[in-house]
């Protein structure tokens, strides 16, 4: 069944390293989001693209934070460098504007990033 | 700009019990509200949706919510909950064209 496939499922690494993020949306959607999830801040969308396009990703610290779609079937989530405050689970979610926007979200296993 | 209050963060129960998880949102536009469910280690999952028409919605698996425009509340409710309901319920507003807004998760915690 289709379903948002996000890799890897856990990260751990050290601070001042790189780390990317990659998802799947299911095949067809056209909008992909990314959400961040603490225990102090609950869900935060950070970005979100329609048909690849950056629509919003004023949630993103800009100076460590980048977010591309290099093609329908991937999303990259990217810090450079990564610091112990990133440390969260990192969603991402996709769904299909049917004329007035998405109605439906449908969110992938999320990747759970723990720096050091 | 739409937010939204979901005013217990955990709510304890035992099984077989009804259970009331509320929320309340505010908005200056048209409304649609979501509430989706989270597993222990997975991500967000649909529960069910208001987008216009009937006020009462429901699930697949039992659980309900009514959209009051007076009270601007979209309550999730369940008759009778068991131990698999266990999990995170998060009500959201969608927010512009696309985007929704979250609250802050209610944790059900169901016990025998």
């Known amino acids: 069944d289709a379903r948002v496939t996000q890799t890897p499922r856990h990260k751990v690494t050290e601070m001042g390293q790189e780390v990317t993020m990659r998802c799947q949306p299911i095949?067809?959607?056209?909008?992909v989001f990314w959400y961040r999830q603490t225990m102090m801040q609950g869900l935060e969308l950070l970005a979100y693209f329609r048909n690849r396009a950056p629509l919003d990703d004023s949630g993103m610290p800009k100076d460590r934070f980048s977010a591309e779609m290099p093609d329908a079937t991937l999303a990259t989530l990217k810090i450079q460098p990564s610091e112990p405050r990133d440390s969260a689970v990192y969603f991402c979610a996709s769904g299909s504007t049917l004329g007035r926007g998405v109605y439906e979200q449908y969110f992938g296993p999320g990747t759970r990033l723990t720096v050091t | 700009a739409q937010s939204v209050t979901q005013l217990d963060s955990q709510v304890p129960v035992f099984e077989e019990a009804p259970v009331e998880l509320r929320c309340n949102y505010s908005s200056s536009v048209s409304v649609y509200l979501f509430w989706y469910v989270q597993y222990p280690n997975q991500g967000l999952q649909l529960l069910l949706k208001y987008l216009s028409g009937s006020t009462l919605v429901e699930s697949i698996n039992g659980f309900e919510a009514e959209f009051n425009k007076s009270q601007t509340s979209f309550h999730l409710r369940k008759p009778s909950v068991h131990i698999s309901d266990t999990a995170e319920y998060f009500c959201a507003v969608r927010r512009g064209y696309s985007t929704l807004t979250f609250g802050k998760g209610t944790m059900l915690l169901v016990s025998p």
């Open positions: 095949l067809g959607h056209n909008t």
